[in-house]
Structure formats: C-alpha cells, structure tokens
C-alpha cells in the first residue's frame, strides 16, 4: 500500500528497538536486591514529583515496599515510580 507521494508509510519507533527491557536482563532485580541487602537508604522519585527517603524492604515484579524514614512501611506499584537512587 503506497502513501500519498510515493512515501512508505512511517513506523511508530520502539524505545526498546534492538535493546532489552532493564526488567528483562536482570539488572534492575540485582540492583533492588544489593539495595535490600545492604539496607541502603534510598529516595525515591515518584511520576507526580514526590520523594520518599527509606528502605526498600521488598520488591517483586509489580511493586515496592519502601519503610520511610518519617513513617509507616508502604507499598508502591512500579509503574507509578520515575527511578529510584541511594542516598
């Protein structure tokens, strides 16, 4: 099927085109572990601007637990997290 011009019709770009996905390879599960092991503090940017200065207690493939420093132990989905970086 031919687009107007002769052109080909443009394809919507992959991000992940000819790259794994982090949660894919492995590396983003290590890197939660060494966190949990080391019990190192982190902060944690959310997609709506906030931070969250704790612990990451727990992780799995769909969330996070994080125990704050100024409060309880929460339970965060992964898709609602920017990235997450020691303190």
């Known amino acids: ?5 002769g052109r080909k019709p443009v394809k919507p ?3 992940w085109a000819g790259r794994s996905a982090p949660e894919s ?3 983003q599960a290590k890197y939660l572990r ?4 080391s ?7 959310l997609k ?5 200065h704790g ?3 727990y992780y799995d493939r ?3 637990s994080i125990g704050l420093s100024d409060g309880p132990n929460i339970f965060l989905r992964n898709n609602s997290v920017l990235y997450v970086s020691e303190s």
Not at 1 to 5: D, L, T, W
Not at 34 to 37: C, H, I, K, N
Not at 39 to 45: C, M, P, Q
Request: hydrophobic share 30%.
């Open 1 to 5: 099927m031919n687009s107007p011009r």
């Open 13 to 15: 770009r992959n991000h």
């Open 25 to 27: 390879t492995g590396l």
């Open 34 to 37: 060494s966190l949990v092991d």
């Open 39 to 45: 019990r190192s503090t982190v902060t944690v940017f």
């Open 48 to 52: 709506t601007g906030e931070q969250l």
């Open 55 to 57: 612990r990451i207690r």
């Open 62 to 64: 769909d969330c996070l």
